[in-house]
């Protein structure tokens, strides 16, 4: 009943419950779009997100907050401390007794979501190094050739292949 619905193999008592989407699909308009459903939706998707971040470790906590901060703007420590409810004092006290830094959980985040971006968009790579917060290309190139030890096309491109080569070795 749920695959005759859903038009998709639909798989129960799985690890984790999620909906996997193809790329195409994912890059059509959204075409029923309502704003009255959302507003109505929003609060508890919110509070759900909410709830699953207060269930993580700071530093997962920082990381979640950051990569929602981090569309086209370069967040601070201050931002960062507003969205937590804590002062930045307080928490730049909580990140070193972790062993970490503001500076760290930014460049996890960052690096997260470029492989995000590099592996499930289309994107243009300047595109890219706007949406994690940096002001210009080269300072994203920089990054990641200091994450990955290559460039962040390159690193694209090997992705692809290596996933075109697990699909060709189990068809």
Same mark, same amino acid.
């Given at each position: 009943?749920? &695959?005759?619905? !859903? ?12 909906l996997? !989407? ?9 075409? +029923?779009?309502?704003?009255?459903l ?5 609060? =508890? ?13 700071l530093? &997962? =906590?920082? /990381?979640?907050?950051? /990569?929602?901060l981090?569309? $086209?703007?370069?967040? $601070? ?12 004092? +307080? ?5 070193t007794?972790? %062993? ?7 460049? &996890? ?10 592996l ?7 595109e890219?190094?706007?949406?994690? %917060?940096? &002001?210009?290309a080269n300072?994203?190139?920089r990054a990641?050739?200091?994450?990955? %030890?290559?460039?962040? %096309? ?6 692809k292949?290596?996933a ?8």
């Amino acid at each position: 009943m749920y &695959e005759a619905h !859903f038009h998709c193999p639909v798989k129960f008592k799985a690890a984790q419950n999620a909906l996997i !989407f193809s790329k195409a699909d994912i890059e059509l308009p959204f075409v +029923t779009y309502n704003a009255d459903l959302l507003a109505t939706v929003a609060p =508890q998707l919110e509070a759900e997100l909410t709830e699953q971040l207060a269930q993580k470790n700071l530093k &997962e =906590q920082a /990381k979640g907050i950051l /990569k929602q901060l981090l569309a $086209g703007q370069r967040p $601070g420590i201050q931002d960062l401390a507003r969205e937590l409810h804590l002062s930045t004092r +307080t928490l730049q006290r909580r990140l070193t007794e972790q %062993g970490i830094t503001f500076q760290q959980v930014l460049d &996890e985040a960052r690096r997260e979501l470029a492989h995000h971006y590099l592996l499930h968009s289309s994107r243009e790579l300047n595109e890219t190094a706007y949406l994690l %917060g940096y &002001e210009d290309a080269n300072s994203f190139f920089r990054a990641f050739h200091q994450w990955e %030890g290559i460039s962040p %096309g390159h690193w694209r491109e090997l992705q692809k292949s290596s996933a075109t080569e697990a699909q060709v070795g189990v068809a």
